[in-house]
């Protein structure tokens, strides 16, 4: 059974740090990518990474401030968020690709995932 489980959201102040993890099983998850959804917002692109961690890519609101890497002998994805603000207060998703991708592969669309995990709130205070 394929699973993806979030953790590590929370309450931080602004300019605070958090580090999201999301552990995965049951497949094997070439690009795997983090998502968040504010209220009101449709789903949007955070980061995404390739088996391999060769590839790494990040959305322009975040790059500078965050970095995916991933354990592929534990299956776990880390999303390292610094300098946070209060616009980045969302439910964070993992998802994962297990398609015919390759350990380069690295996808940036939620249509390109086929799991998800049920998501971890953060909240950015002012």
């Known amino acids: 059974q394929v699973q993806l489980v979030e953790s590590g959201g929370g309450l931080v102040q602004a300019g605070g740090s958090l580090r999201l993890s999301c552990a995965a099983s049951g497949g094997t998850f070439w690009s795997m990518g983090w998502f968040r959804q504010a209220p009101g917002k449709e789903r949007e692109f955070v980061a995404a990474i390739s088996w391999s961690s060769t590839n790494t890519y990040y959305a322009d609101s975040m790059k500078g401030r965050c970095t995916i890497s991933r354990d592929n002998v534990k299956n776990m994805v880390f999303l390292q968020m610094n300098s946070l603000k209060p616009e980045d207060t969302a439910v964070y998703y993992c998802?994962?690709?297990?398609?015919?991708?390759?350990?380069?592969?690295?996808?940036?669309?939620?249509?390109?995932?086929?799991?998800w995990g049920q998501g971890t709130q953060v909240t950015v205070s002012s």
């Open positions: 998802a994962g690709d297990s398609g015919s991708g390759n350990r380069y592969t690295l996808y940036t669309l939620a249509s390109d995932y086929d799991y």
